[in-house]
């Protein structure tokens, strides 16, 4: 699924969608928009040493510790496998691409006992909503934490088919999260929640502007893009550098 960053006036749409307000840089140009990543309005994160900085002065090569917000989202990284693997694997993911789902069935669960459950590399999903919904979705599996967010995302895409397709698909996604352990109240204070909306379309555009990521999924393996095809060109490649 390849499609442009949301951008301009799609911002607005995805932010009435989501709950919040118009984000200032709304009415922008695309350039203008691309440009935004590199000076991201008010997002922070904790740096390894624990100390906060700007998104825009984080490695993006290493895992975002971010921030919990007031609504108990979370703004960072989750780190699957070891934190200290010579090997770094991050996805760059819409919640509503087919292509995702499929990545995520016949090459992310298959690889998971191998390569992320034994500590041979680390494992790092971002999110990259390229519509409305993948961005709600986003903002709901970031609402339960950093325990819940591995799971809800796991929820998401093994389950695309059932609330991408529903005829209300926001109400579908709300089911879902509840199954997984988010409470009614909650999803709501989430999703309108400005900071945690803000810094999953900060991330993306930071992975647009730095990797040239756009389209999904997208693979980068020690920093580098990998067209990963299928499960065992991946493991080739992992067994090569992890000799």
Not at 15 to 20: D, F, H, I, M, R
Not at 54 to 61: I, K, N
Not at 127 to 137: I, K, R
Not at 217 to 228: M, Y
Request: proline letters at 4%.
């Amino acid at each position: 699924m390849s499609k442009k960053l949301l951008t301009g006036g799609a911002i607005v749409a995805v932010c009435a969608v989501v709950g919040y307000t118009a984000l200032g840089f709304a009415t922008k140009s695309d350039d203008s928009v691309r440009s935004a990543s590199s000076s991201p309005s008010g997002v922070q994160v904790a740096d390894a040493s624990g100390s906060v900085v700007p998104l825009s002065e984080a490695d993006p090569l290493e895992p975002y510790v971010g921030t919990t917000t007031e609504s108990g989202g979370f703004t960072g990284d989750v780190v699957e496998g070891s934190p200290d693997a010579k090997v770094t694997v991050i996805e760059y993911a819409s919640l509503t691409c087919p292509h995702c789902a499929a990545f995520h069935k016949s090459i992310y669960n298959p690889m998971k006992p191998d390569y992320i459950d034994n500590g041979k590399i680390r494992f790092i999903y971002r999110d990259f909503p390229l519509d409305n919904f993948a961005l709600a979705a986003s903002v709901i599996a970031r609402c339960g934490g950093e325990k819940r967010f591995v799971g809800l995302i796991d929820l998401f895409l093994d389950r695309q088919s059932e609330w991408r397709g529903a005829d209300n698909v926001l109400d579908e996604l709300k089911r879902l999260a509840r199954l997984g352990g988010l409470g009614s109240e909650q999803i709501d204070t989430c999703m309108s929640d400005k900071e945690l909306g803000q810094s999953v379309i900060d991330r993306a555009r930071q992975g647009q502007e730095i990797f040239d990521v756009n389209s999904t999924p997208t693979v980068l393996i020690n920093g580098e893009k990998f067209r990963a095809t299928s499960l065992g060109a991946l493991r080739t490649k992992l067994d090569s550098m992890l000799e």
